[in-house]
């Protein structure tokens, strides 16, 4: 018997209306016992809103609307009431207790998201898409969401998929007719099958840096060594003080980070702690966490104190782009109010705000950049990781092509690619992953 759950389903605070959801095989029952209107929810049709008083035994709790959907025509495929009632944390907490006292239980987090996956409403890339708008961080960002919900991804992904099986469907078949010496398929097309269904995981997956611009922000950190300025550009930028300036060294211990809006994209900006050689224990650790913000900065400024020689961070400038080849960097000088600008670079002064505008362009520029190849799905990293693996499954493919491997073998490999895919879309899965994806869900969702 499936667990008849209750929940807050809008945000807690203070707001005109609140939304509070019971799904599941009891829903209806559980909810005419609070629910007082002119139709008894057990009589009502699917699809249509109620209104009426919300009671807990004799006590009035508020006046709301019941939404009615009935299986399997719900968010759920279950049974499902939502009521409509005034926003507040008082009002909503009330009636979420009462249907509680009724026969409910809490959910898990994204538990009504996950018994729609379990009654196949939504397959794990849509289960995705919804976790996805509700955190959008920007207007791309949820209308991609909203396509990725609707099932496109989940179409392209299947269509791979299917081409995928038939092909391996065409090389078994073969072994049928062997001794017939019959051909269904030849391998050179075979080959060329796979080669593009490779070239097409491999793009997907190369939208993951992408998309998570468009669902955590473009990421831009500010490095140097000590005393370069960091922190009063970092400053300048966001256009309040937020990270403390000093004239000593090693000021900035762990690194600090704001957000700001630049056109359409949310830009994480990240101040860092100094780079150089210490034997103080707590800057040692700072500097260990500016490795780690580096990893996934998009963009890094590099900013170096002109005043004491504009080459003095070539060196650093070389080896951390080196060292963290899939970011981004641009050298600035920093401190342009003390010199004569006769060199080339970007100059700017953080102290006086001179030059920072070319700062920002750079940002807006790149970020834009960043999701241009964008436009219709946003892979995270569980995509990323089994669309590798899928590529991986049908190299192996093709070099069992290429080495007059049997058909059989070579249907081997398609056929775990083909495994792969699915679990993707959620046709192969298991409790551990479901785990996973559900953990970030809230428990109204």
Excluded at 273 to 281: K, M, N, S
Excluded at 314 to 329: A, C, G, V
Excluded at 426 to 441: M, R, T
Aim: hydrophobic share 40%.
């Amino acid at each position: 018997m499936s667990r008849t759950i209750a929940a807050l389903a809008t945000a807690p605070g203070i707001a005109g209306l609140n939304v509070v959801r019971i799904s599941g095989e009891k829903a209806i029952s559980i909810a005419d016992k609070c629910f007082v209107g002119k139709t008894k929810l057990a009589e009502a049709k699917t699809h249509t809103i109620h209104y009426g008083n919300f009671k807990n035994g004799d006590t009035l709790i508020d006046t709301v609307t019941a939404s009615t959907f009935l299986a399997p025509n719900s968010y759920t495929g279950e049974d499902t009431i939502e009521f409509g009632c005034h926003g507040g944390n008082i009002v909503a907490g009330q009636i979420v207790d009462a249907l509680l006292a009724a026969g409910a239980v809490m959910p898990e987090p994204g538990e009504f998201t996950r018994t729609a996956f379990l009654n196949g409403k939504l397959d794990l890339t849509q289960v995705e898409a919804v976790a996805d708008i509700i955190h959008s961080t920007s207007v791309a960002g949820a209308l991609t969401s909203a396509r990725q919900l609707i099932g496109e991804f989940t179409q392209r992904l299947k269509e791979l998929r299917h081409g995928l099986i038939r092909t391996a469907g065409l090389l078994e078949l073969e072994l049928d007719f062997s001794e017939e010496d019959i051909e269904l398929i030849d391998n050179s097309e075979v080959r060329a099958r796979l080669v593009e269904s490779q070239k097409y995981c491999n793009n997907l997956a190369e939208k993951f840096r992408a998309s998570e611009v468009l669902r955590s922000g473009f990421i831009v950190a500010v490095a140097g060594f000590p005393n370069s300025g960091k922190s009063t550009l970092f400053n300048k930028l966001l256009q309040k003080n937020r990270a403390i300036v000093s004239e000593i060294e090693g000021t900035t211990r762990d690194y600090i980070e704001e957000d700001i809006l630049l056109g359409d994209i949310k830009v994480r900006l990240i101040d860092t702690a100094g780079l150089r050689e210490t034997e103080d224990i707590i800057e040692i650790a700072g500097i260990k966490l500016v490795e780690s913000v580096l990893e996934q900065s998009n963009l890094v400024l590099v900013l170096n104190d002109a005043s004491k020689g504009f080459n003095q961070s070539d060196e650093l400038f070389i080896t951390l782009k080196e060292k963290y080849p899939n970011s981004e960097f641009m050298l600035v000088q920093n401190k342009s109010d003390l010199l004569d600008k006769t060199a080339d670079g970007v100059f700017v002064s953080a102290k006086t705000g001179e030059g920072t505008e070319k700062i920002t362009d750079k940002i807006k520029t790149a970020s834009k950049s960043s999701i241009d190849r964008l436009n219709d799905v946003l892979i995270n990293k569980r995509h990323a990781d089994l669309l590798r693996r899928t590529s991986l499954e049908i190299q192996r493919g093709i070099d069992a092509i290429d080495a007059n491997m049997q058909n059989e073998i070579i249907a081997i490999d398609i056929r775990n690619a083909t495994n792969t895919l699915g679990e993707i879309t959620g046709d192969q899965w298991n409790e551990e992953v479901l785990a996973e994806i559900f953990s970030g869900f809230c428990i109204g969702k």
